[in-house]
């Protein structure tokens, strides 16, 4: 488009103010003014790839760069920062194939993908950059785990104290109080079943493995026991569903959070195991079906099937088990897959009326929720029903549906019920409603002592390490005498040694086991200790992020309390709703122990939350490289200008709906902006155009000015980007049919263009006269009068068809409304002569006539 530039020179104009932005620290945000209210907004910062940025990133960037330019407008001191979420595994994963350091790899990506944010004009305090990889960034993130090791959760003030005020019960010898001690830490260690993939010689997460391989690369998993260090994020479950009503989020965004925590309240009922001393604890909602546990299932890493499994059983039980452990927990609860199992030749007895039940394992029953046994209720269980059919296991109906039809299918095992109803089959207790009979089997439970009502969450504690070298290395150290200490804070950060081999053993022991310099510690007592050799995950870094920025060059702090009590809450969060999830939950959980600790003022971080919408490519599909739809934005920039990709990412449609991109559409802001240039500036001089003129606007002119400053407000407040262009574009052409310009009108215009389109806003800005930039205002006010339509125009239809359009005062009552659509001719020929039975006025939109 380079052929473009005489008309508005965008690459000379573009770097000219980004460069000004830069030298003048414009966007630099004062901490603590008192003069001004704050406003934080926040972007999910990005993971530096090896790719740099795609059009989708700067959706959201843009979004949130309109709100914060507009803000400072609106007389708001701002605080809008970018940083890096650096460590991760593809440059690891390069390191192991090419030998490179992934720091340099890491810098490398950061620098392009900063310069190519940069050159889009974003609003970011640049000063307070950060980056996770940094040791005095991950100096703080060691110290946070810190907190998490040296604490405990108080079940009665249901929050976080110190372990140095956990009760300890008397009359513990020193290695049982050290074991109560770590039993109770918010960071521990257990041996937990992971997916293990040797090819990558690491821990791979549940939505990494897809049908028993590596999502990546499709390597073959397995699940083993490992020593992982865990946090104890269960303690926080019913605080993180509560605090979820005082959040601005969307309503999807909860439910999903909702779901993964997974509160149900129900009971624990024992059932003993019939010729051993063992019992098996099953948790149920639905302890009303009790009479209809026809066998039980447990996962096929319950600790107990190895002691209650016959002999006879035992080979077919250990080659499932190793079948199982080849799956991963979504496979594995996948609804369509085929029901396996085995008979282990025990069984239990049934607590209600004494019957005995096989017991049976199955992978549909996992170990890592409720108790790892489930009693199985095939008439009211899809997955039992399934179950049991398959191999020919009693079915016992006990919940009949009000409806006849469904009723009788359920008494003959032909249909499987979930839902409520009465019971039946279920001796003293038949005729009971559901809601009844949960409560008085909960009672005789607990009376009886075979049980209790309990609440379950599907929330596991998080499994916190991970067998790789790129991440925070953990601050703990493995004495001789087999304690675990966490480092003193004066001996962080703890850095990342120098290895040469990035390739982990293959064993499970992560690289850094093989750097002996580094692992073997001798004590100042002389005695000797090991470092802690695996690493933390990539969400170590993003869970706090947020509060770095407050004070990112402070290296006596984290953050410093006054300037945290400033700015918090994050008041706008924007991001990709693939972080629905894990990231928002995680980070949610930090700053709850942080609150609790007294390190922040808030128990909430993200006050409200937007997710952008996904862009597809031109195709419609989402873009990848192997589908050749990849739009790259530093193309775009280069022939359209920053201002044109940034407003047209707005004007797509609604910023939170997935719209596919069209370079059509791109051509159309840009002659937009191309048109508004035009209108101000002589093509010849570079100068004002003559037919702006220190004149008086005409009524027309000065109403839909006034209305275009409420509308774009107003929708930048609601995030309706895409209706606020619309409205500029409206009034840009109305003013292209003056020949004369007022200079007030065209002032107003260029400052409320600011926010979407900077770069030739500013330059305008200049040209009006102006010697400071924009970036801090004013906002323009409007008038409440002049927002007001003096006529409206309604379409009348009669009997579902419209007919006409009628333009009335916009005071008319309705009265004098429907006297001018029954008078218009065309309304009286579509009528044909019939008395109107009824007018429905609907102002401003439509006058609706029923003959």
Not at 814 to 827: G, I, M, N, S, Y
């Amino acid at each position: 488009m380079s052929e473009k530039k005489g008309i508005y020179n965008f690459n000379e104009i573009e770097k000219k103010w980004q460069q000004f932005w830069e030298e003048q620290k414009t966007f630099k945000a004062k901490d603590c003014d008192a003069s001004k209210p704050k406003y934080y907004v926040l972007d999910m910062f990005p993971y530096p790839s090896g790719e740099g940025l795609h059009v989708g990133h700067p959706e959201g960037y843009t979004a949130s760069d309109i709100v914060a330019r507009y803000k400072r407008m609106k007389g708001f001191n701002v605080l809008h920062p970018m940083g890096w979420d650096a460590f991760g595994l593809p440059a690891e994963q390069y390191a192991v194939e090419t030998g490179t350091h992934p720091a340099k790899t890491t810098k490398r990506n950061v620098n392009r993908m900063r310069q190519q944010i940069q050159s889009l004009g974003f609003s970011y305090d640049w000063n307070r950059e950060v980056n996770t990889t940094d040791p005095n960034y991950y100096r703080w993130t060691q110290w946070i785990f810190l907190k998490f090791f040296n604490s405990y959760f108080d079940e009665a003030e249901q929050k976080a104290k110190p372990i140095e005020e956990l009760r300890i019960p008397e009359g513990l010898s020193g290695q049982e109080k050290q074991k109560f001690i770590d039993d109770h830490r918010l960071a521990y260690e257990a041996e937990v079943p992971v997916n293990w993939c040797p090819a990558f010689g690491t821990v791979l997460a549940n939505e990494e493995v897809i049908g028993g391989v590596s999502e990546r690369g499709g390597h073959p998993v397995i699940r083993r026991p490992m020593r992982q260090w865990m946090l104890r994020i269960t303690q926080y479950a019913e605080r993180l569903l509560k605090d979820l009503d005082e959040v601005d989020w969307p309503e999807s965004i909860k439910k999903l959070q909702t779901d993964w925590i997974g509160k149900s309240i129900g009971a624990d009922v024992d059932f003993k195991v019939d010729g051993f001393d063992e019992t098996i604890r099953v948790f149920t909602t639905r302890p009303d079906t009790l009479f209809g546990a026809t066998y039980m299932v447990m996962a096929p890493e319950h600790p107990l099937v190895d002691k209650i499994t016959i002999d006879d059983k035992k080979d077919a039980v250990q080659k499932y088990r190793e079948e199982a452990a080849r799956k991963s927990d979504l496979d594995r609860t996948d609804l369509a897959k085929e029901k396996t199992g085995v008979f282990i030749g025990a069984h239990a007895i049934n607590p209600v009326n004494n019957e005995k039940i096989p017991i049976w394992i199955s992978d549909y029953v996992l170990i890592s929720y409720g108790t790892g046994a489930i009693m199985a209720v095939p008439a009211h269980d899809e997955r039992d029903f399934e179950f049991a059919t398959k191999f020919s296991i009693l079915i016992i109906p006990v919940v009949e549906p009000s409806d006849t039809e469904q009723a009788e299918l359920v008494r003959q095992g032909k249909l499987c019920f979930v839902g409520d109803g009465k019971a039946i089959n279920s001796g003293e207790f038949d005729g009971l409603s559901t809601s009844e009979f949960k409560e008085k089997i909960t009672t005789w439970l607990a009376e009886r002592r075979l049980g209790n009502k309990a609440i379950n969450y599907k929330l596991r504690d998080w499994l916190f390490s991970r067998q790789r070298y790129w991440g925070e290395p953990f601050p703990i150290l493995h004495t001789e005498d087999g304690r675990i200490t966490g480092l003193s804070e004066d001996e962080l950060p703890l850095t990342l040694p120098e290895v040469k081999n990035y390739k982990p053993s293959g064993t499970g022991e992560p690289p850094l086991a093989n750097i002996n310099d580094w692992v073997n510690v001798t004590l100042p007592d002389g005695s000797k200790a090991k470092r802690e050799t695996n690493t933390m995950p990539q969400w170590a870094g993003s869970c706090w992020y947020y509060l770095r920025y407050l004070d990112p060059n402070n290296s006596q702090q984290g953050w410093d309390p006054e300037k945290e009590k400033y700015w918090m809450p994050v008041d706008l969060y924007i991001g990709g709703a693939e972080h629905a999830v894990l990231h928002l939950l995680y980070s949610r959980f930090w700053h709850k122990l942080l609150y609790d600790l007294g390190y922040v003022s808030t128990k909430e971080p993200f006050k409200k939350l937007v997710n952008q919408g996904m862009i597809l490519g031109e195709d419609g599909q989402k873009m990848s490289k192997s589908r050749g739809n990849v739009i790259n934005p530093d193309k775009v920039v280069a022939d359209y200008g920053a201002d044109s990709m940034r407003l047209y990412e707005m004007f797509m449609g609604p910023l939170e709906a997935m719209k596919p991109w069209n370079m059509r559409g791109v051509e159309g802001v840009y002659r937009f902006l191309h048109k508004a240039w035009r209108m101000i500036i002589d093509e010849d001089t570079d100068g004002l155009a003559e037919a702006v003129k220190e004149t008086q606007a005409d009524e027309a002119t000065l109403r839909l000015l006034h209305q275009t400053i409420k509308k774009v407000g107003d929708d930048i407040e609601t995030f309706g980007f895409n209706t606020a262009i619309s409205q500029m574009m409206i009034f840009v052409n109305h003013l292209g049919k003056y020949e004369i310009k007022p200079k007030s009108v065209i002032e107003k215009f260029v400052l409320i263009l600011a926010s979407f389109a900077p770069h030739i806003a500013e330059e305008l800005w200049q040209k009006l006269g102006h010697a400071d930039s924009l970036a801090y205002g004013p906002w323009p006010e409007y008038d409440k009068e002049l927002i007001k339509e003096k006529e409206i125009e309604l379409a009348v239809q009669v009997n579902g068809k419209i007919k006409d359009r009628i333009v009335v005062a916009a005071g008319a009552d309705d009265k004098q409304v429907e006297a001018e659509a029954l008078a218009r001719d065309k309304v009286k020929a579509a009528m044909a002569g019939k008395p109107a039975k009824k007018v429905i006025v609907a102002k401003p939109r439509i006058v609706s006539i029923i003959t």
